[in-house]
């Protein structure tokens, strides 16, 4: 039964998508007991981020300057009506049937409460590529994902137009393609990331080309050990250096034409990217001339575009020629330089020394939880908020900014609601996030919420000895969790998880024991529970590149295929006939 009947009153243009979602988030909140009603109003005050007002009677005022931090002052007070329908014993499927809205109005304490953000940026770089969640969902999946960060406190959205696998959808011999497909979609995303008040930011690898430019007159060299891969154009190559910033002008030229906002792009210098011909080395100053190009191009689009630096497997020499490029070509349009926090940092090193006195952001991988053993798309949910509150715990010491998450599937969720909310109080508690991540998103209460964030917490640390304990833990819970049907895959991944990790526990206890013999039911078992994952949870279909399915496998998982298609764990290399192996 709905717990709360809102009346609304929205007094300008700007506070209009956070009442859209306010009546539909709290018309969600259902339980045990009769309805009350719920007065929230919306008006304009000036603030760095809202004012939330709760008096006596229990009538609410949103008040702040824009729209996202409306949608954020919202998002605070679904917290604290969650935590009230909870303390009540109102809320969802374990409700006590008497203790009705009313009850929830009681134990919503008044008050005034100014918040505003403690780091400026709170962007969420989620690219739909590679055949990842961001890619394969669907509109009303992506409107959830996003309105979730926005009410967790996210200040932008990001995504890459990427051309890998892609025809160029500009060219006219182009017909029905991925990419015309692709990049309408990635238009829609980024317009619902506009309605919502957030930045728009493009992340933008300069010389990667589409597959139908990869001509050997244009292409460019590849090299791991100089960190150049993807469908590189050389830019040292006039023609090819043409046909990149020609790539660009005709993607923002369609952006501005579709009404789309690009407030930042975020210029990556590896990974896609570069080139390891001789005419490109070194090859940094080579990609700063090529920034300096593509914004030239772009901000005849965009005007007040500015543009980070992404610190992806930068070197401190090129962090000196970054030095002389800012104070030079760059001094009025350069955003930050991001620092890349991925595997194994839990906090920002000294980078003062190396970077002087420039503008300091942070590329934040999120897309695992305490070290890289779970990365990507592997076992399911990522839970990382210990890590994550760390790292930005250190911000405030190198005067850093904020950050840009890097996200690949839905199962990074937990981790970007959880960055959203410590944007905001770096000191934040990760229970308190977690425990409103379960309210939010499953109407837990009670001790099945405490249950349920213990499981989720205790998940960072990837220890799979405690996984089967997990797992009875949440097969007990998921009968009282309510699942939204954009988010199906919400509660099922983190299940799924505990299931996958205690599996490979005994998997390898078999192993060691048994040999490949011993241990083969169970790998069975697990191939076809991530496939369940992959397939039925997540929805994936064509994964590639960093998501090649044999990759994001156990170990065993070659010696696994060998056993099943021959009978014997010994390896059949690649591009041999098996009597020759």
């Not at 990365?375 to 850093?400: D, E, N």
């Not at 998940?459 to 304990?469: D, F, N, T, Y």
């Amino acid at each position: 039964m709905r717990l709360l009947e809102l009346e609304c009153r929205c007094l300008l243009a700007e506070a209009e998508e956070a009442a859209r979602i306010a009546a539909e988030r709290i018309a969600e909140i259902t339980g045990g007991g009769a309805p009350d009603r719920l007065r929230i109003t919306f008006d304009s005050v000036r603030t760095d981020g809202f004012v939330l007002e709760i008096t006596e009677n229990r009538d609410v005022f949103i008040g702040a300057a824009r729209t996202r931090d409306y949608v954020a002052g919202l998002g605070e007070l679904l917290n604290r009506l969650l935590a009230a329908a909870d303390r009540a014993g109102a809320l969802g499927a374990e409700a006590d049937p008497t203790a009705g809205g009313a009850a929830i109005k009681v134990e919503l304490a008044p008050g005034r409460w100014e918040i505003a953000p403690e780091l400026t940026d709170r962007i969420h770089y989620m690219p739909g590529h590679f055949g990842n969640s961001f890619e394969v969902c669907w509109s009303g999946e992506m409107q959830r994902y996003l309105e979730d960060l926005a009410l967790a406190g996210a200040s932008g959205y990001g995504d890459w137009f990427d051309p890998n696998d892609m025809p160029d959808p500009y060219h006219s011999h182009v017909y029905h393609s991925s990419s015309m497909f692709l990049w309408r979609r990635k238009k829609e995303w980024l317009r619902m990331s506009q309605r919502l008040g957030l930045d728009n930011i493009l992340v933008i690898t300069p010389n990667v080309g589409y597959v139908d430019q990869m001509r050997p007159d244009w292409v460019g060299v590849r090299d791991h050990k100089l960190r150049v891969q993807g469908q590189v154009l050389c830019p040292s190559n006039p023609a090819a250096r043409e046909v990149i910033l020609n790539n660009h002008r005709q993607l923002f030229d369609d952006l501005k034409e579709s009404g789309i906002r690009i407030e930042k792009i975020v210029c990556v210098p590896y990974d896609d990217g570069g080139c390891a011909c001789p005419s490109c080395q070194p090859y940094y100053p080579v990609f700063l001339e090529l920034v300096r190009d593509v914004y030239g191009t772009v901000s005849a689009f965009y005007p007040e575009l500015k543009a980070d630096i992404c610190g992806w497997w930068t070197s401190d020499e090129e962090l000196l020629q970054l030095q002389q490029f800012i104070a030079g070509p760059a001094k009025d349009w350069f955003g930050v330089y991001q620092f890349s926090a991925t595997y194994g940092v839990f906090e920002l090193p000294d980078v003062r020394e190396r970077i002087g006195d420039m503008r300091l952001g942070c590329f934040l991988h999120i897309g695992f939880s305490h070290d890289r053993r779970d990365v990507y798309t592997k076992t399911g949910v990522h839970s990382a908020s210990r890590r994550i509150s760390s790292v930005l715990g250190s911000f405030a010491r190198q005067q850093c900014t904020g950050f840009m998450s890097y996200n690949e599937s839905f199962g990074d969720h937990f981790n970007a609601f959880a960055a959203s909310r410590l944007g905001w109080n770096p000191a934040g508690g990760v229970r308190d996030i977690a425990e409103y991540y379960g309210r939010l998103l499953f109407r837990l209460r009670g001790d099945t919420l405490n249950r349920f964030v213990d499981v989720l917490l205790e998940m960072e640390m990837l220890e799979e000895s405690k996984a089967a304990g997990w797992q009875r833990e949440l097969e007990a819970i998921e009968r009282y969790a309510s699942v939204d049907e954009n988010r199906s895959w919400s509660f099922a991944q983190i299940r799924l998880k505990a299931e996958l990790m205690a599996l490979d526990y005994t998997i390898a206890s078999q192993m060691d024991s048994g040999g490949i013999e011993a241990a083969y039911p169970l790998m069975k078992r697990r191939v076809q529970r991530t496939e369940r994952l992959w397939r039925s949870v997540y929805g994936f279909g064509v994964l590639r590149h960093i998501l090649i399915p044999d990759n994001m496998m156990p170990q065993w998982y070659k010696a696994y295929t060998n056993y099943a298609n021959t009978g014997a764990a010994g390896s059949i290399r690649s591009g041999v006939m098996s009597s020759e192996a």
